[in-house]
């Protein structure tokens, strides 16, 4: 039997992911919804980050997740081919692959 349906404003929106993301010029914040790509989002937030492919191609880029890994969807195949098994165990990632889960909060530095 399904539960009854909620009307939809009492249904609880998803929160927003907080990510710290850490560069050569400073270190930044933004706050992401779930499910979106962690690139685009860094992006759109107007930091400076460096990419070029967007399609696991070039490496640009890269960055280590320094806490909230679990808040990550685990790597695409196409990262550990770029980046290798090693650099993934070690927290490595490619921001264009990677999509934010939550809840957060995650904390990378570029590099
Ligand atoms: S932008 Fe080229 S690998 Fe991510």
């Not at 009854?4 to 914040?29: F, H, Q, W």
């Not at 399609?55 to 990550?72: D, F, M, R, W, Y």
Request: contains cysteine; glycine residues 8%.
């Amino acid at each position: 039997m399904r539960p009854p349906a909620m009307p939809c404003s009492e249904v609880e929106p998803l929160a927003n992911i907080n990510i710290t993301v850490k560069t050569r010029r400073g270190d930044y914040t933004l706050a992401v919804p779930p499910r979106s790509n962690l690139l685009r989002s860094i992006l759109g937030a107007g930091i400076p980050y460096r990419w070029s492919c967007t399609q696991a191609t070039c490496g640009k880029c890269q960055c280590q997740v320094l806490e909230g890994v679990e808040s990550l969807q685990r790597p695409t195949v196409n990262e550990p081919a770029r980046l290798s098994q090693t650099l993934v165990d070690m927290g490595f990632r490619l921001a264009c692959q990677a999509k934010v889960l939550g809840p957060g909060p995650i904390v990378i530095k570029q590099g």
